[in-house]
T-cell receptor, first 114, second 113 residues
């Protein structure tokens, strides 16, 4: 069964360091999303890609966060420098209009900033 | 601005009981409503998606309904099992240029054996 892949699953870093997360969407899904989920809350969208183009990055803290999807397939989310408040679960999802835009999520990357 | 609320925040039931989880949203102009399950420390598993033109969807012991006029959706779980214990999240998609989901804070379900 097709799945969204993410790595690493866990990341511990010190504040001011750089971190990067990787996501490989379900094959054929043109739309890719990065969400952030703080413990006890629902996920919130950081950035949405349609192929290689950014559709929505209105909630992405652009002073420290960046995201790219250069070839329109896999994607990388980077934080530099990391801050204590960035500790959260980072979730990647993908969707296709051929499947009613149903969003399928990966296992997430749990980030802890010390 | 779409806001999604889930009540109750936590629910504990004995095994075998039928139960209903509630989700309300403020903007009735939704495109899709999606229910997810999340196990501790894990990603989200899609359970059911209801399009705006539909009133309900069923999958096994799960049934989700949508009432746009009242801004409500419910997830019905029949004959609950301990393996159903998880957090259940609902999310609304308003369509347009972005397909982003607006999530509620979830209902933590515990099914006691």
């Amino acid at each position: 069964e097709a799945e969204v892949a993410q790595s690493p699953r866990y990341k511990i870093t010190e504040k001011s360091q750089a971190v990067a997360f990787w996501c490989d969407p379900i094959s054929g899904h043109a739309t890719l999303y990065w969400y952030r989920q703080i413990l006890g809350q629902g996920p919130e969208l950081l950035v949405q890609f349609q192929d290689e183009s950014v559709v929505d990055d209105s909630q992405l803290p652009k002073d420290r966060f960046s995201a790219e999807r250069l070839k329109g397939v896999d994607s990388t989310l980077k934080i530099q420098p990391a801050e204590l408040g960035d500790s959260a679960m980072y979730l990647c999802a993908s969707s296709s209009p051929l499947m009613r835009n149903e969003q399928f999520f990966g296992p997430g990357t749990r980030l802890t900033v010390l | 601005k779409q806001e999604v609320t889930q009540i109750p925040a936590a629910l504990s039931v004995p095994e075998g009981e039928n139960l209903v989880l509630n989700c309300s949203f403020t903007d009735s102009a939704i495109y899709n409503l999606q229910w997810f399950r999340q196990d501790p420390g894990k990603g989200l598993t899609s359970l059911l998606l209801i399009q705006s033109s539909q009133r309900e969807q069923t999958s096994g012991r799960l049934n989700a309904s949508l009432d746009k006029s009242s801004g409500r959706s419910t997830l019905y779980i029949a004959a609950s099992q301990p393996g159903d214990s998880a957090t259940y999240l609902c999310a609304a998609e308003n369509g347009g240029a972005t397909n982003k989901l607006i999530f509620g804070t979830g209902t933590l379900l515990a099914v006691q054996p």
